[in-house]
């Protein structure tokens, strides 16, 4: 089993989103928690995704601490469900469309 980006850029946004909630959060770490994932990650997939929005409202609420306490449940459950394998019938066109 090869190396996969995903597990630890999942982890790296939990220890950020963790850190929004707490209070805790500094501008590098959104800031090496972006780049790594626009390195690792393709623009299409959720994790980015999550991550991308996570970074970008950190810009405008970057002072407002209950505000970014959302963002970093937000973030927490966008890392849950990116997590998640996809069913096994995920390709099944008669049961998914």
Do not use: N
């Not at 190396?3 to 209070?23: E, N």
């Not at 972006?34 to 996570?54: I, K, T, W």
């Not at 405008?60 to 890392?79: C, E, F, K, T, Y």
């Amino acid at each position: 089993m090869g190396y996969d980006p995903r597990i630890g850029i999942g982890l790296a946004a939990a220890s950020v989103a963790m850190k929004a909630k707490c209070g805790q959060l500094d501008e590098m770490d959104v800031d090496d928690l972006y780049a790594r994932a626009e390195q690792e990650l393709g623009h299409d997939d959720p994790l980015f995704r999550a991550v991308s929005a996570f970074a970008t409202q950190y810009q405008v609420w970057a002072h407002d601490a209950p505000q970014l306490a959302r963002l970093g449940d937000a973030l927490s459950h966008a890392v849950i469900v990116a997590s998640r394998p996809d069913p096994v019938d995920m390709a099944r066109v008669d049961i998914h469309g």
